[in-house]
């Protein structure tokens, strides 16, 4: 069975950076994609960022593109995100997921709204202003 767990939230002022990390255990992630989504209070749980197993395919969502960082360790089965330039509109609780179908597989479910794949527990990031 996959577990997955988020660390690395917390409380940051708008322009500030965080770095989240996400640990996998219960198999070898070596050929799944990994990905981040965010869920704000009272919305829908949208599809952050990606990465392919190899690390080649990267996907961003637009309203994060050039400020967030994803990329993986995966002799630590670790995803990571690397948040700079924080908005008070990233406040959210983070969560990472992860999917064993190909990358083109899931990377169309993941942007079409899908919540396909296992997930963790989240991690609150409050930006204030």
């Known amino acids: 069975q996959v577990q997955l767990e988020e660390s690395g939230g917390g409380l940051v002022q708008t322009g500030g950076s965080l770095r989240l990390s996400c640990v996998a255990s219960?198999?070898?992630?070596?050929?799944?994609?990994m990905g981040w989504f965010r869920q704000a209070p009272g919305k829908e749980r949208e599809f952050v960022a990606a990465i392919s197993w190899s690390g080649v395919g990267i996907y961003y969502v637009d309203s994060v593109e050039g400020r967030f960082t994803i990329a993986r360790d995966n002799a630590k089965n670790t995803v990571y995100l690397q948040m700079n330039s924080l908005k008070p509109e990233d406040t959210a609780v983070y969560y990472c997921?992860?999917?064993?179908?190909?990358?083109?597989?899931?990377?169309?479910?993941?942007?079409?709204?899908?919540?396909?794949?296992?997930w963790g527990q989240g991690t609150q990031v409050t930006v204030s202003s």
């Open positions: 997921a992860v999917d064993s179908r190909g990358w083109s597989s899931v990377l169309a479910l993941w942007r079409g709204g899908s919540i396909s794949g296992s």
């Open positions: 219960g198999r070898s992630f070596g050929n799944y994609a």
